[in-house]
């Protein structure tokens, strides 16, 4: 079992509590009087989670590819096939060494019984509802009729492994959800709803939703939504050539109709899980950019414990704070990593400044730090354990290369925040 490093100064009764939530032998979240969050351990101890996700011999996330990549072929000459533990082993010593103490989601299975905590992805959106993807919306069609059988049947296989373990942290519903927000140039969710084909469902719902209040009539949303409305298919149209619908009218159904997919989604899903899974907790759906206060509003305890979120280096104190202040809840940083598109593509200039490497290292360094600083984070996790095979070093995503070579440029950073996040953690006590 990994050993949780408490903040000395921090007991149960540190805790306010009606804040704490979870049950007692696992792992829970709570608020201190003085205001930080904290997940306590199953003998309540105030932990930080540092997790990696996708730590497996395939390097990425989600389901094993039918092929193997270029990481996974690397794996088998560095390990060999003879014995499958080689790679857990290796894995596991290189975590120890970063001073990582979670597995996050998509973890090798022999990894999961090796003294790490552990985390997991439900993934109810591919349950087997029909999944709305279009122009920046992912979510599942949660107004289909077999919306509450399917989520049912996914928490139900989730929590098989994991049910009664006190090593086990708790769940995300989704991974990377698009909940179609609006946003300058993109139709946003409930334009996106009107513009599907007829076989969803929640098609069916959103026309409804806006017509109910005209007793069905076109005309009568038209004039509401000041836009010439002759038909639905104009509706479809705009869409497709990426004209958003912005008048107020238009805004306000937007706000009330995303507040009811939003809830939908949540209820659901923790129902279902709270049912199969009482013990542990539910660490939100990993959202990908900040979805706007209408499905902030539902995205909150009980339905959720904890809320998650992808962030890439220099947006952490920006987006931390909006969450935040949104939610008032506990927060998790998931999909962290210092390289993105912005460090790739900026052209070098040699006569201004820091290269891009010391500027990724420096933001990476400064994000890292805030994250173990601000009050409602309970923890972070590293978006990949291997690099993409198109990533050329040091601007890779992975702690190792696709050779299964270690990331030093990004490996040593970590080791070093991580070794003193809870001691940077107990100064905001």
Request: hydrophobic share 40%; glycine share 8%.
């Amino acid at each position: 079992m990994a050993k949780s490093r408490s903040a000395e100064s921090l007991t149960l009764s540190s805790f306010k509590p009606e804040s704490l939530r979870g049950r007692a032998g696992f792992f829970r979240v709570g608020q201190t009087a003085a205001g930080p969050w904290w997940l306590l351990d199953p003998i309540d101890r105030p932990f930080f989670s540092k997790a990696v996700a996708a730590v497996n011999r395939h390097g990425r996330a989600g389901v094993p590819p039918a092929h193997r990549g270029a990481y996974a072929q690397a794996v088998e000459r560095v390990h060999g096939l003879e014995d499958p533990s080689g790679f857990a082993r290796a894995a596991l010593q290189r975590l120890r060494n970063w001073q990582v103490n979670t597995l996050g989601p998509w973890a090798e299975p022999m990894l999961a019984v090796a003294g790490l905590y552990a985390t997991a992805v439900v993934d109810f959106r591919g349950a087997g509802v029909p999944v709305i993807h279009l122009l920046g919306t992912h979510l599942p069609d949660v107004f289909d009729p077999g919306w509450l059988a399917v989520c049912e049947t996914q928490a139900a296989t989730a929590a098989a492994p994991w049910a009664g373990r006190t090593d086990f942290i708790g769940y995300y519903t989704d991974d990377a959800l698009g909940w179609g927000e609006v946003k300058e140039g993109r139709p946003s969710l409930l334009q996106v709803c009107l513009s599907l084909e007829p076989g969803f469902s929640a098609y069916h719902a959103a026309w409804e939703f806006v017509l109910a209040p005209h007793a069905g009539d076109l005309a009568g949303l038209a004039r509401e939504w000041s836009v010439e409305l002759p038909n639905k298919e104009v509706i479809r149209q705009r869409t497709l050539a990426e004209r958003p619908l912005t008048t107020a009218g238009y805004l306000r159904d937007h706000a009330r109709f995303t507040k009811e997919f939003a809830h939908r989604y949540f209820t659901a899903t923790s129902a279902a899980l709270r049912r199969h899974d009482p013990d542990h907790l539910i660490l939100g759906c990993r959202f990908t950019q900040p979805p706007g206060e209408d499905v902030l509003g539902e995205c909150v305890y009980p339905q959720v414990d904890v809320v998650s979120w992808h962030c890439h280096g220099p947006d952490f104190e920006a987006q931390a704070r909006l969450y935040a202040d949104a939610t008032k809840m506990p927060l998790l940083l998931t999909a962290f990593g210092l390289s993105n598109e912005r460090f790739r593509s900026a052209s070098f200039k040699p006569h201004s400044g820091p290269t891009r490497l010391e500027r990724m290292l420096r933001d990476g360094r400064r994000a890292l730090t805030a994250a173990c600083a601000h009050p409602a984070l309970v923890g972070y996790e590293w978006a990949r354990w291997a690099d993409e095979s198109d990533e050329v070093p040091p601007f890779g995503a992975g702690l190792v290369h696709v050779d299964d070579r270690e990331a030093v440029e990004h490996t040593e950073l970590i080791a070093q925040i991580n070794a003193r996040a809870e001691r940077v953690r107990r100064r905001t006590v």
